[in-house]
DNA sequence: GTACGGCCCTGTTAGC
DNA sequence: TGCTAACAGGGCCGTA
């Protein structure tokens, strides 16, 4: 499941190979998700930029082609072949120039393509209420504490809006908490732990990308390579098991429909 | 404006 | 062995 630090690993890895080529042809799967993905037909790719776990082609003409990778989705650079074409789980593809094809695979076609007027983010109420990146100066323990008072649902749940700060899902959420060793149902945070959250937040985000993300089943970056943080990770997943800090066996609830893992010593309510 | 439930999806796994 | 149900979950949308 493609979070920021899978996003940008798949960003680091397209940049070098999409970037000047013109878009010459393209397709895709009939559901309205993913339709849009044929308006970037004859536009040159420019920039390709990430916002929280949306990835942005900057398109000549102004232009801006979205994608959102969703549960299972999957951007690829592969040869162009007729028979590719025919792949039960091709949600979209675009023909480049070079010579090369992009490609989007999503299995539970869980992910959106969008393409808009540069910058014009209305019809993505997500995108368009993104929270600032996670190391961008703009985040602090003091940015997160009021936007949690302003709030009683879970701070867990709110990091998961993609409001506060972008690019967290269910994964580095779990992995955030436990680095800064607080309960994720908590509905408060007071200055010190806001603080300790935000830096919870970097240091698991930071691991994420080093590792080149994390591959519990389907995420593989666009050279089809697992991610390695898998084996980095202190608390996600890990229910039934002992911490990794204090021994105390991990536990898990659900928290607003979110398999969540937390340590009950380290973690305390 | 905010909260919340339902829905979209399909492969995998558990249970019978 | 084969079938069914539960589960995974990010984001959007309608309703309260």
Request: aromatic residues 8%; glycine residues 10%.
């Amino acid at each position: 499941m493609p979070e920021l630090p899978e996003v940008e690993t798949i960003r680091r890895q397209l940049e070098p190979r999409v970037v000047g080529a013109e878009i010459v042809d393209a397709g895709s799967h009939w559901s309205a998700k993913f339709t849009p993905a044929a308006g970037a037909v004859g536009a040159e790719i420019m920039a390709v930029r990430r916002r929280g776990k949306y990835l942005l082609f900057d398109l000549s003409g102004d232009e801006e082609l979205i994608v959102h990778l969703g549960m299972t989705g999957r951007l690829a650079v592969r040869e162009r072949t007729a028979e590719a074409l025919e792949h039960p789980h091709l949600r979209a593809w675009w023909d480049l120039d070079s010579g090369g094809r992009l490609t989007f695979h999503d299995i539970r076609r869980f992910g959106r393509i969008h393409h808009v007027e540069r910058g014009d983010h209305r019809g993505i109420p997500t995108l368009a209420a993104l929270g600032p990146e996670p190391w961008d100066p703009a985040f602090t323990g003091r940015h997160l504490a009021a936007f949690v008072k302003r709030s009683d649902r879970y701070v867990k749940t709110l990091l998961l809006s993609q409001r506060p700060v972008a690019g967290i899902g269910n994964i580095y959420a779990d992995e955030a908490f436990w680095i800064a060793r607080i309960n994720p149902a908590t509905r408060r945070l007071g200055p010190q732990r806001a603080e300790r959250l935000v830096e919870g937040i970097r240091t698991a985000l930071d691991s994420g990308i080093k590792h080149g993300g994390t591959t519990l089943r389907d995420y593989v970056d666009s050279d089809g390579q697992a991610g390695a943080n898998q084996h980095e990770l202190h608390c996600y997943g890990r229910f039934g098991e002992p911490c990794d800090r204090c021994g105390t066996i991990m536990r898990r609830r659900v928290i607003d429909a979110r398999s969540t893992t937390w340590c009950p010593s380290c973690q305390p309510r």
